[in-house]
């Protein structure tokens, strides 16, 4: 799949760590690269084995890994803290 422009928050986690919400989901960074491009799993990783998985390129981000096997994270978004929205 290309990279297309995409509308994504980005919210702070308990710990304090930037994560990123796209489509009511939210992400978890898992690994960046001197190019830029950064590798982001889903919140629900280990606690349902979520293979669903994200690459952001500056604005533009591709889906990368399967479906989610779990509803949004709506509930969870009420309570958080936004830092960033992209423009898009």
Same mark, same amino acid.
């Given at each position: 799949?290309?990279?297309?422009?995409?509308?994504? #928050?980005?919210?702070l986690s308990q710990q304090g760590r930037a994560q990123l919400?796209? #489509?009511d989901f939210i992400y978890n960074f898992h690994e960046g690269f001197p190019s830029g491009r950064e590798y982001w799993l889903?919140?629900?990783y280990r606690k349902f084995k979520c293979r669903s998985s994200l690459v952001?390129?500056?604005l533009k981000l591709e889906n990368r890994g399967q479906s989610h096997n779990h509803g949004p994270h709506?509930?969870?978004l009420r309570h958080k803290q936004l830092l960033f929205a992209s423009p898009c």
């Open positions: 799949m290309l990279f297309s422009p995409a509308a994504f #928050q980005f919210v919400v796209y #489509q889903c919140r629900d952001k390129d500056g709506t509930h969870i």
